[in-house]
């Protein structure tokens, strides 16, 4: 009789042990921004740690959009040293200011700043526009 009893806890023990799951509808997520609701439904189970994790994932991935000046553009076999040596005169100029180099094929960049408005660029540009006249603002999204 022991053993019956003890088998039927040991059971139910483990019923309740197992990972629990949750029906969960893809829309919930927040993952794809749809507001039709014509659209098929998609439903798949999942441990709740998966969902926690899926929503924090989707939280923290976020898109800036960042202003900068940059004073140098420039492709060939030289560009990348003069690329270099146009930051390092730039950071002796202006040491409080990020400067960067950037590659994207054929071209290297230098970039200066990171700001979050276009006139805080713009008053950056008038402020070196003397150094670099051939200074403009870009902008680039970037994801955090």
């Known amino acids: 009789m022991k053993r019956i009893v003890l ?21 919930q997520l927040g993952i794809f ?4 609701n014509s659209q098929a439904k998609i439903y798949f189970n999942q441990d709740n ?3 926690e994790i899926l929503l924090a994932k989707t939280n923290t991935e976020k898109e800036y959009n960042v202003w900068r000046v ?12 003069i690329a270099t ?11 409080e200011v990020n400067a960067e180099l950037i590659y994207h094929s054929p071209y290297f960049k230098v970039q200066v700043g990171n700001f979050k ?3 805080d660029a713009e008053s950056l540009k008038r402020k ?3 150094d670099y ?7 680039e999204i970037y994801k955090i």
Not at 12 to 21: I, V
């Open 7 to 27: 088998t039927i806890l040991a059971i139910t023990g483990l019923y309740f042990l197992q990972a629990q799951t949750s029906k969960t509808e893809i829309s």
């Open 33 to 36: 921004n749809s507001t039709d």
């Open 49 to 51: 740690l998966l969902k």
């Open 70 to 81: 940059q004073i140098y553009l420039g492709s060939g076999k030289d560009s990348r040293n």
């Open 85 to 95: 040596g146009t930051r390092n005169n730039f950071r002796t100029r202006y040491p």
């Open 117 to 119: 408005s276009r006139i």
């Open 128 to 130: 070196i526009i003397g």
């Open 133 to 139: 006249p051939k200074c403009w603002v870009v902008s």
